[in-house]
T-cell receptor, first 113, second 113 residues
Framework: DGGITQSPKYLFRKEGQNVTLSCEQN?????MYWYRQDPGQGLRLIYY???????QKGDIAEGYSVSREKKESFPLTVTSAQKNPTAFYLC????????????FGPGTRLTVL | QKEVEQDPGPLSVPEGAIVSLNCTYS??????FMWYRQYSRKGPELLMY????GNKEDGRFTAQVDKSSKYISLFIRDSQPSDSATYLC?????????????FGKGTKLSVIP
């Protein structure tokens, strides 16, 4: 089955800890994205990558970091510098030739204790 | 003024009703219009997309774009309890990068049996 997987589904973190969220896709898409979703806020773009070993900041990149060492993988690290990290995190991917559709993973719910 | 406005609801309708979901936008450069459906604690999935103005029908769903009024709609006929979800509109300018999707905040719909 082609698609996007995110793990874990639920993640709990103590204040001051860094955590890494996993995102893998087998759709052979060039572009991958990380969004944060908060109630009443819609989707906000954290980082995106259009090619291996290159990524760009989105609208709310502060306190987050990413890497893109393989086409299939785009992990997101939520650092201790992120002031309010409790949120639902969504990974997405798209074909650069497609033009519009982004395919989303099932999401990771991060809670800071 | 936000680029995309969407009433968050919640919207509650009886089973079998016709549902109308709407977004307004301010940027006249938007050319691609999408509707995503997001079930609770899941990632969004693309439901419909339209390019420029006009109507597009897919089963019980109709997407409508009125560029002169900067207004898009999603109609759901014969609504079912399984349609209960949050519906997000999304838009992209022609020629914009794949990462440049602008999302509405989503409307939460409940279809009551």
């Amino acid at each position: 089955d082609g698609g996007i997987t995110q793990s874990p589904k639920y993640l709990f973190r103590k204040e001051g800890q860094n955590v890494t969220l996993s995102c893998e896709q087998n759709l052979n898409h060039d572009a991958m994205y990380w969004y944060r979703q908060d109630p009443g806020q819609g989707l906000r773009l954290i980082y995106y990558s259009q090619i291996v070993n290159d990524f760009q900041k989105g609208d709310i990149a502060e306190g987050y970091s990413v890497s893109r060492e393989k086409k299939e993988s785009f992990p997101l690290t939520v650092t201790s510098a992120q002031k309010n990290p409790t949120a639902f995190y969504l990974c997405a991917s798209s074909s650069l030739a497609g033009g519009y559709e982004q395919f989303f993973g099932p999401g990771t719910r991060l809670t800071v204790l | 003024q936000k680029e995309v406005e969407q009433d968050p609801g919640p919207l509650s309708v009886p089973e079998g009703a016709i549902v109308s979901l709407n977004c307004t936008y301010s940027n006249s450069a938007f050319q691609y219009f999408m509707w995503y459906r997001q079930y609770s604690r899941k990632g969004p999935e693309l439901l419909m997309y339209t390019y420029s103005s006009g109507n597009k029908e897919d089963g019980r769903f109709t997407a409508q774009v009125d560029k002169s009024s900067k207004y898009i709609s999603l109609f759901i006929r014969d609504s079912q309890p399984s349609d209960s979800a949050t519906y997000l509109c999304a838009m992209k300018r022609r020629g914009a990068g794949s990462y440049q999707l602008t999302f509405g905040k989503g409307t939460k719909l409940s279809v009551i049996p």
